[in-house]
């Protein structure tokens, strides 16, 4: 997919780094497209970050400007489009997969482990929202990543599964998704296309939970809106992330040695998951003491795309914490 080379982000572009389009593939031979951001006094080889996230989003949302704002600050970033969105590659459109976006991560490592003026020894990752789970998932399968932060993370997997808050979680509920997923399979099928889930709601009800009218405010209105964001518009395809249902993510994050940093607002629906997530990393883990869990007052999921007007992305302690351990 040709990438568009203006500048179309939902942030405004920074005098303080250079940037310019890449592309790089993964392990599947899918075209990955990325934005890189290159600190204009930069000198030597540096620390480099791969961004990606949130779930649904594109480089042009929050990952470009969590990238931008750390190049900003001395380190080399990209932020790219997942496998099957944005400017990326990957065919039929509008797909997820717990294997594929796991390597999508691993793929920007490979990019960023052999440019000229990155130190292949300081790599980190970041993954917001959905592709924070994602980021913990490659962080405990890529030795090479040495660092990852996580913010207002989701874990794909169990949402899926057990849906929002746990609500559905039972064998009965599990066994009519799985129904209704196969029967949308024969629909496409049949079709010979597949029928998209549609975004966030538009127009918003009146009646919808604070977390729905927190998306709305960023993905359907000036702050966020992009044209090839998937929240933005049309969503996933029904079918979409139906292998998240019984491929867990997670099952070896206490065996993650690497530095992991976990961010999460304390009024954020999803919070629960950072929690959670953070104390299965913890358990019995041999290397406990690079591990951290943030959780921010008064902070609620789409704050940490953007700062939520009022700074709430930590970018201080993030790089921070990156620096001590990309050193």
């Not at 997923?181 to 099928?189: E, G, H, P």
Request: hydrophobic fraction near 35%; glycine fraction near 8%.
């Amino acid at each position: 997919m040709e990438q568009k080379q203006s500048w179309d982000k939902v942030f405004p572009k920074s005098d303080k780094v250079y940037h310019r389009k890449v592309t790089f593939q993964n392990r599947y031979g899918i075209t990955l497209a990325a934005d890189l951001y290159e600190p204009k006094q930069a000198e030597g080889k540096l620390a480099a970050v791969a961004v990606c996230g949130p779930f649904g989003a594109v480089k042009e949302q929050a990952s470009g400007l969590y990238a931008q704002t750390l190049a900003e600050r001395g380190f080399l970033t990209i932020a790219f489009d997942p496998s099957f969105t944005g400017e990326s590659g990957g065919e039929p459109r509008y797909m997820a997969s717990p294997d594929i976006n796991t390597e999508d991560f691993q793929a920007a490592v490979d990019f960023l482990s052999v440019q000229e003026n990155v130190d292949p020894e300081k790599i980190g990752i970041i993954g917001i929202c959905g592709w924070g789970g994602l980021a913990l998932n490659a962080a405990a399968l890529d030795t090479r990543i040495k660092a990852t932060v996580t913010a207002t993370m989701y874990d794909m997997s169990r949402v899926n599964a057990n849906g929002y808050f746990d609500s559905e979680d039972s064998e009965t509920q599990r066994y009519e998704k799985r129904k209704a997923l196969n029967a949308q399979r024969t629909k496409d099928y049949l079709a010979g296309s597949y029928l998209r889930a549609g975004g966030v709601v538009d127009p918003l009800p009146q009646d919808v939970p604070f977390f729905v009218k927190d998306y709305y405010d960023y993905y359907k209105t000036q702050r966020g809106y992009h044209a090839r964001s998937l929240n933005s518009n049309e969503g996933w395809n029904v079918t979409g992330c139906m292998s998240f249902l019984n491929q867990p993510l997670l099952c070896y994050s206490n065996e993650i040695r690497s530095a992991v940093l976990m961010i999460h607002g304390e009024k954020a629906h999803s919070c629960y998951f950072s929690r959670d997530a953070y104390e299965k990393m913890m358990l019995q883990n041999p290397c406990p003491e690079n591990k951290e869990l943030m959780i921010l007052a008064d902070t609620v999921h789409t704050d940490l795309y953007d700062g939520g007007g009022k700074n709430a992305i930590p970018f201080d302690q993030i790089e921070q914490f990156l620096r001590e351990y990309l050193k």
